[in-house]
């Protein structure tokens, strides 16, 4: 934007964007470059919301700066979407100065700043995958719920001295939850005979599992895994709906998920996740540098004074970042795919294994980004370098024995 030739008005939001109201704060700069500002409360509901719209549009304002405070903006977001364009900021990119901050002054900070291309923009993705990313969210935090009333149902088998944990490996499966009902049935009755729960894959003998199930459940407990249990079956056919949902939405992009699904360790809805939270349009991205910051998953630069102070990944991309490190586990894992898990070995050996986790992540995120970007598929064949190391790497072998020997190796060179 060019602030010089257009003279057009700028409205900028309060940096205190409030759950029940707003300060607006339009910055007007005329020929001479004088700013004007114009400053005007609305409330957060919706009549008030298309009220501050047509103010703006009676203005002439097009140009919109507001800061993220939790979920307050998005009803603002979703009112202005359709006429005005919108830079979401930061809260610590427009901090006003400690001890001058009133709602107004607020406002204008912001119309200052954002007037002088100061507010770096956060990435928000258009409407449609804005809703994809909240169902695939929330069957992240359904999976979760699961994941915590497994665990209560092992504290009760563990309390009651039932030990199925031990022989079996998941005490959900077929034959374990099998036992487990016929223990809620008869709680008070000693269990004789577990023949007739053997399944195929069933390792533990029998003798095994009676010493296993022999304990005392009591009517609490018992009351309790049954509640916990009918908690379960619901939370899993609330998924199963929300699954199909999330199909059904996912469809239009199917093309997109198609290319996704051929980077090594990638299934379906994790590639359904890894859209929803970065779009199908790279170009917002300047590059996979910019799109891997924005994923938690580059080093901070902290040197000072040339001494670099930590080099650990941010907190950011709370929802993608842990996502590509489970492909990243099944990746490296993958045997039709060793120009990825050769680099996790070499990179494991130098700083172990969380920093080489990390690192995978981000190869996986960087091929997902030239994928998009180019529609073409994973092509492994570009991982592949030659066996002969750079020019810059060769040593002679007089060079090669005096390395060595400085390794502490004793080195017999052949007389020719």
């Not at 610590?92 to 291309?117: E, P, Q």
């Not at 719920?145 to 499966?173: H, M, P, W, Y």
């Not at 729960?197 to 049954?226: H, I, N, P, Y």
Request: hydrophobic share 40%; proline share 4%.
């Amino acid at each position: 934007m060019c602030y010089a030739q257009n003279r057009l008005p700028y409205l900028l939001w309060d940096v205190d964007v409030h759950k029940s109201f707003l300060v607006a704060c339009i910055a007007s700069t005329n020929g001479q470059g004088v700013t004007a500002y114009k400053s005007k409360r609305f409330s957060t509901f919706t009549g008030d919301l298309r009220r501050c719209a047509v103010w703006l549009s009676e203005n002439g304002c097009c140009d919109v700066c507001m800061e993220s405070t939790g979920k307050y903006w998005i009803p603002i977001y979703n009112i202005l979407e359709p006429t005005c364009k919108i830079v979401l900021a930061h809260p610590k990119y427009v901090k006003a100065i400690r001890g001058k901050k009133t709602d107004k002054k607020d406002a204008k900070w912001i119309a200052d700043i954002f007037k002088h291309d100061l507010v770096s923009g956060s990435f928000i993705p258009p409407a449609d995958i804005r809703q994809l990313r909240d169902l695939v969210r929330y069957r992240w935090k359904l999976t979760s719920f699961t994941s915590g009333e497994k665990n209560r149902a092992q504290n009760c088998l563990t309390v009651s001295n039932i030990k199925l944990d031990d022989v079996f490996s998941d005490v959900f499966g077929k034959a374990a939850s099998a036992i487990t009902s016929r223990l809620l049935e008869k709680p008070s009755e000693k269990m004789t005979d577990v023949s007739a729960f053997r399944t195929k894959g069933m390792k533990a003998t029998d003798e095994q599992v009676l010493a296993a199930v022999d304990g005392e459940m009591c009517a609490e407990q018992a009351e309790k895994l049954r509640i916990i249990r009918s908690h379960m079956d619901n939370l899993e056919r609330c998924k199963l709906n929300l699954e199909s949902l999330i199909l059904s939405i996912a469809e239009k992009y199917l093309p997109q998920l198609n290319l996704v699904l051929t980077v090594p360790g990638i299934q379906s809805f994790a590639a359904i996740g890894i859209i929803s939270e970065i779009g199908v349009d790279m170009s917002v991205f300047p590059s996979s540098k910019h799109l891997c910051s924005w994923a938690g998953l580059t080093p901070q630069n902290n040197e000072s004074p040339a001494k670099k102070k930590t080099t650990r990944i941010n907190r950011a991309g709370a929802y993608i970042k842990p996502l590509l490190v489970q492909c990243a586990l099944c990746a490296i894992r993958a045997k039709q795919n060793p120009e990825i898990r050769n680099r996790y070995i070499s990179l494991k050996k130098r700083r172990g294994h969380k920093k080489a986790i990390i690192a995978i992540a981000r190869m996986l995120l960087t091929a997902i980004y030239n994928i998009l970007k180019k529609s073409e598929p994973y092509n492994q064949e570009l991982y592949h370098k030659e066996d002969r190391p750079p020019v810059h790497r060769e040593v002679s072998v007089d060079q090669a024995i005096f390395i060595l020997q400085r390794q502490g190796y004793l080195v017999s060179v052949p007389t020719q």
